[in-house]
């Protein structure tokens, strides 16, 4: 990336400034989908693939599939029984920072914050199963991208997923509106923020 103060200037054809040495810069910004940790966790660690696989193995694929209330129980029931089982540790992400301060506490001889420690960790679980309902509708479309990349060809999946996408709905939005397009890409125009 080049500094601000060492980036030439040139004009496109209508008259708009564009600088160089930057990469691509987006003319239209729409903020990027925040996941919470669980959901993080839950991708990194594959349980929704894992899900998705055992749901497949038990149900028909319908012309009106979407993960509905009870698949979305059914997948909360799967994770507890997993984290249970002791496969997966939701609060992996926080795991080896906790782990260090653990190490540190116990070689200071400080017994009482370890137990606070130990507190926390049990809070953290327990903020972190509030996010299944915080994050219900994103899970539950990556729930159904599993589910559906195991009876459909990629492509088409793909082709679903940029329905509910946030980025590409506001693009889409953007370019049918002829007028504020226009105006986007007109001479002295500033990169909106969403």
Request: glycine content about 4%; charged content about 35%.
């Amino acid at each position: 990336k080049v500094a601000a103060e060492d980036q030439s200037v040139f004009l496109t054809s209508s008259g708009r400034k564009v600088k160089d040495g930057g990469g691509i810069e987006a003319d239209y910004k729409v903020p990027a989908e925040k996941s919470t940790p669980l959901r993080v966790t839950l991708l990194l660690e594959g349980i929704v693939s894992d899900f998705a696989s055992q749901w497949s193995k038990n149900h028909e694929l319908t012309n009106d599939f979407k993960v509905d209330d009870k698949t979305y129980k059914d997948f909360q029931a799967f994770v507890a029984k997993k984290q249970k089982e002791g496969d997966i540790q939701l609060e992996e992400l926080y795991s080896s920072p906790l782990n260090d301060l653990k190490k540190m506490l116990k070689s200071s001889g400080y017994r009482e914050s370890a137990k606070e420690l130990e507190a926390l960790e049990v809070g953290i679980i327990k903020d972190m199963q509030k996010d299944f309902e915080k994050d219900r509708v994103a899970i539950k479309e990556d729930i159904s991208q599993q589910i559906l990349a195991r009876y459909l060809p990629q492509s088409m999946v793909i082709e679903r997923s940029l329905k509910t996408d946030n980025q590409v709905q506001a693009a889409v939005k953007l370019v049918r509106n002829d007028k504020q397009f226009k105006t986007l890409l007109a001479k002295g125009s500033t990169v909106p923020e969403i």
